[in-house]
């Protein structure tokens, strides 16, 4: 039940905003009433994983299984394992740091905060829906309630370019729906149910081999655009750059991610051999991304632009780790999503914070010396760049080298050669990473100082949204196995017993 | 030999035939126009309560074969009111409720004879509730034709409206081509099975001598192309978007939900009752018509600049999404009928707001799109309706409704095994959602244009009628989905 109180309660919440009764609301309490909400949504995920039985972290716990459509089969049922409880709570951390940071750092001009608030929520139900989500019809409709939120988000508060960007978005991520239910109900009408904890044990037996390589390429593609893989990607780049700084942290920090987690969740456990075909070319395009991702950040003259182009990267290693079919990629897969939603998240909302003092982003103009003109958010941006290129004991690094020991020995029946080629561009890839983040720090943090005026300091609300981002990065970063513990078993059983 | 009839399963039929026959006499005593209308209404009011009497009921069926003639055969029953039957005929009244709101207002303004309208809209529906409830042949033909030729006069009702000519003679010519085209292929079918009764024909298709294969395979090509025109498929849908703007609005609502619903009965009944061993034949038939009626629906719409053509051409590609469930065959056809008759059911709430929007916003400020432009500035709540309504029809979040109707359509096609098919819908629905979200967000847009929407009573109760019933359907559409898989 604690489940259906927690996509609930934003649910609920949005929806009493958005009545009219709630016009008489000043902005002010509207605000609070948005990290309130959020707060209750973050207070109980905190409870759920208090209560997490982590020694069985394989099983659905807090399972909710009722009746809603029996004509078509749908079922509401929902549940968390391992896989699912970091990007849950992931979700609930984020949404509620955008609201302690919408408290004060509005997008210009100044949004009707009601809607945005409601819009927030709603997208917040919607989030933490897909993960929690074990019939694959109730899957698909959390997965699309996403979208038109998001899409207002970028359409009505976004930059010059906005309408443009948020049709792209919603078009593009529609196109890679369509397939993905299609996908879905090849899997759940062959096999003659829709719940995925089932489907997921069978591992895809019942299905023939056929159904599981169209199953497969459907659904992969559909969670592909969301991931997103090149050459799939291009929607991303503009919607994260003319989002505003919350909608593009929520873009990057949860929304990707639901793509990658399709992937655990339904793609690889319910068409193994599906996966076995496909693996290669998945493997392939990853590291095209990671490659791309790191030579487009290499070109970009626009800050926000190249962090939008580095999501492509980092998650074109996630979906590397996926492509190894093998519990240790599968695992780095799982952390490089938590840790990119971490550090990412936090450097779109320090970019929000550069782009509010300085009034560009654009690496020219901005010009260098932010360590002496803006210490503290010049020393914040570089602990997140240095996390991102995946220093050593930050978040960043575990990820995408697991993700690469992955690929140096894939998963049985892959052609070995192939990955550990893979291993070497990705590689490659990291290293040019670290490259064109050094180049950017070097460029604005370091040097001499254009002009000599002070900038703002940080606001209490942007060190509350900061700071537990970074306390999580160097957490994450220091202690990796905790999370990876907790993952490491329900990996195994969604992979059919580590084989 | 006398037949008994049973009153009690055909009283839908014959209470709106009354009230049709009451209408044209009260004209000619000149009553005044808004009495005209309240008899209309009552009439569909009273037929729809009846419907529902009768849903409580078991199953009821006339007009059947005598025993004497049956031989070893099935009862063969012309007209049957099942639970299929009943859900289409509720279907049809409240939509046509609708219809008749909408019409009040717009009477008045074009300056229509009311008497004339009013009866020939009633006749139209008895042609519809006939339709759905037709177990053979010649009355789903009769029906077809009577549901089909008041519909030319209501088009031209507007006589000093050049255009409106042209449309009427635009939709009789299709019509007419495709009631030949129909004709012939009952022609087939009876020269090659010897039956007009859907289960007799069955039965005769199970066991037909191989010969006669091909005769029977192109008289049920012919036979769904007669029903192709009236749900308005490609090849048949040329004329829908020229009579949709000529026509009077309540007209092209008419068509568009009326109509096409007891099209797409009749088609469902027929293939799955009559040609249901010639799947072979038909599905792959049907396929074709879906992808390319989607497509083209589709693709057209998106370049259109008028609100009623473009939702002409919409309601074309949802044609499509409606026909590709029965493009699964003989092959779980049960299923597909579910869904084919969930989405018609969902699609006619949906799309009846909008046109009801649309309606009010026409005669206000124009039907351009352009002159939908910040519609929300003056009319907020009008503006969201109808945001809701499209993003209803483009089947996304918040418009659950929308969502189910795409998730069942594209679960029947797929457990068909038609696969690619849904995949071709799939591509659709995203340009669909181009030409429904670029109009719902004009609705939000800045703009100089001032003029207030007069809605007026009768069209705002269509409205809200509309919108209670998508919001309810968005919050629980199991609802509708439940109630017809336990109808089909």
């Known amino acids: ?499 | 030999m006398i037949q008994g009839i049973d009153y009690v399963a055909v009283a839908p039929v014959l209470i709106v035939a009354l009230a049709a026959l009451a209408v044209l006499l009260a004209d000619l005593f000149d009553v005044p126009r808004s009495v005209l209308g309240w008899v209309n209404l009552a009439g569909l009011g009273v037929a729809l309560g009846w419907v529902a009497v009768l849903g409580a009921g078991s199953r009821r069926a006339t007009f059947c074969l005598p025993s004497s003639l049956r031989g070893q055969g099935p009862p063969s029953c012309s007209y049957v009111a099942d639970s299929f039957t009943l859900l289409f005929q509720g279907l049809v009244l409240a939509a046509a409720l609708i219809v008749v709101l909408l019409s009040l207002g717009e009477i008045t303004r074009s300056s229509l004879p009311a008497g004339e309208y009013h009866f020939l809209l009633l006749s139209a529906i008895v042609g519809a509730l006939t339709l759905v409830a037709a177990r053979d042949l010649i009355t789903l033909v009769v029906a077809l034709e009577t549901l089909s030729l008041p519909v030319f006069a209501l088009v031209a009702l507007r006589r000093y409206d050049g255009v409106a000519t042209e449309a009427a003679v635009k939709l009789f010519l299709v019509s007419v081509i495709s009631a030949a085209v129909m004709l012939f292929g009952i022609s087939l079918v009876y020269g090659a099975t010897g039956a007009m009764h859907l289960d007799r024909i069955a039965l005769s298709l199970d066991h037909l001598p191989s010969r006669l294969g091909p005769v029977a395979a192109a008289g049920t090509i012919l036979v769904i192309g007669g029903f192709a025109f009236k749900v308005a498929a490609v090849p048949f849908h040329f004329w829908a978007p020229d009579v949709y703007q000529g026509a009077p609005l309540p007209i092209a609502v008419f068509l568009s939900v009326v109509s096409k619903a007891a099209g797409f009965a009749g088609l469902a009944i027929t293939l799955s009752l009559g040609f249901p061993s010639y799947g072979h034949v038909w599905g792959p038939a049907i396929a074709v018509l879906a992808a390319l009626t989607m497509t083209l629906g589709n693709l057209v719409a998106l370049w259109q600049r008028h609100s009623v053509r473009l939702l002409a051409w919409s309601s074309v590609a949802q044609s499509g999404y409606m026909l590709a469930p029965l493009a699964v065959g003989s092959h779980k056809l049960p299923g597909a009928v579910a869904a084919t008759v969930s989405y018609v059911a969902l699609y006619a709430v949906m799309n009846l707001g909008a046109f009801a929007v649309v309606a009010a916003v026409a005669r206000s400020r124009g039907p351009l799109l352009d002159d939908f432009q910040g519609l929300a500035r003056r009319d907020p709540l009008l503006a969201t309706a109808l945001a809701f309504f499209l993003i209803c029809l483009a089947g996304l979040p918040p418009g659950i409704m929308g969502l189910f109707a795409k998730i069942v359509v594209v679960q029947a096609t797929v457990a068909g095994g038609v696969t690619w098919l849904a995949v071709v819908m799939a591509v659709n629905t995203v340009i669909g959602l181009y030409y429904y979200l670029s109009w719902a967000a004009r609705l939000f847009r800045p703009t100089t244009s001032d003029v207030p929407v007069r809605t007026g009573n009768a069209t705002g109760l269509a409205i809200a009628a509309a919108a209670a019933g998508a919001v309810v359907l968005s919050v629980a559409p199991q609802i509708v989905l439940d109630a017809v898989s336990a109808a089909t």
Not at chain 1, 61 to 76: D, E, M, T
Not at chain 1, 247 to 260: F, P, R, W
């Open chain 1, 1 to 499: 039940m604690i489940l259906l109180e927690i996509i609930g309660l934003p649910l609920l919440g949005a929806l009493a905003l958005l009545l009219p009764a709630a016009r008489g609301l000043t902005d002010q309490t509207i605000r609070w009433c948005g990290v309130a909400l959020s707060g209750v949504v973050l207070a109980m995920v905190a409870a759920l994983a208090g209560a997490f039985d982590y020694g069985r972290s394989q099983r659905m716990q807090f399972q909710l299984n009722w009746r809603w459509a029996p004509s078509i089969g749908l079922r509401f049922h929902l549940g968390v394992d391992g896989v699912s409880l970091p990007l849950v709570a992931l979700t609930a951390l984020l949404t509620f740091l955008c609201f302690v940071y919408s408290l004060r750092h509005l997008p210009t001009p100044a949004p009707d905060v009601r809607l945005w608030t409601g819009l927030l929520l709603v997208l917040e139900v919607g989030l933490l829906g897909t993960f929690v989500a074990l019939d694959l019809i109730l899957f698909f409709v959390f997965f699309e309630i996403v979208l038109i939120p998001m899409y207002l988000v970028i359409a009505l508060w976004g930059g010059t370019a906005r309408r443009a960007a948020a049709f792209k978005f919603i078009l593009y991520t529609l196109l890679g729906s369509g397939l993905l239910l299609v996908g879905l109900l090849l899997i759940g009408m062959n096999a003659g149910t829709l719940d995925m904890v089932q489907l997921a044990a069978r591992h895809g037996s019942g299905l023939s081999h056929g159904i599981q390589v169209a199953a497969f390429v459907l659904v992969g593609l559909g969670l592909a655009v969301k991931a997103p893989m090149w050459p799939l990607h291009t929607w991303l780049p503009d919607a994260h750059t003319e989002a505003p700084t919350v909608g593009s942290v929520l873009l990057a920090g949860v929304l990707l991610k639901m793509g990658t987690y399709g992937f655990v969740r339904i793609a690889l456990p319910m068409a193994p051999s599906g996966a076995k075909v496909w693996a290669p070319y998945l493997g392939f395009l990853a590291v095209i991304g990671i490659i791309y991702g790191a030579l487009a950040c290499l070109a970009q003259r626009d800050l926000k632009r190249m962090i939008a182009y580095s999501s492509i990267g980092h998650m074109g290693f996630v979906l590397l780790g996926i492509a190894t079919l093998t519990p240790v990629g599968v695992n780095a897969a799982l952390f490089g999503n938590i840790a990119h939603g971490l550090i990412t998240g936090l450097l779109f909302f320090l970019v929000g914070g550069v782009k509010e003092r300085y009034g560009t982003l654009d690496l020219d103009e901005l010009g260098g010396g932010m360590l002496a003109r803006a210490p503290r958010l010049a020393s914040f941006l570089t602990f997140a760049s240095i996390a991102s290129l995946g220093l050593p004991g930050l978040a960043g690094f575990w990820g995408e080298m697991l993700a690469l020991l992955g690929a140096y020995k894939p998963g049985g029946g892959l052609p070995r050669e192939t990955f550990v080629t893979f291993m070497v561009f990705g590689g490659l890839g990291a290293v040019l990473t670290a490259a064109y983040f050094l180049r950017m720090l070097s460029k604005i943090t370091h040097g001499r100082a254009t002009a000599s005026a002070p900038v703002a300091g940080l606001t209490a609300y942007e060190y509350a949204a900061w700071v537990p981002l970074i306390a999580l990065t160097l957490v994450v970063g220091l202690w990796p196995k905790t999370l990876l513990d907790l993952t490491t078993a329900p990996v195994h059983l969604l992979l059919g017993g580590g084989s």
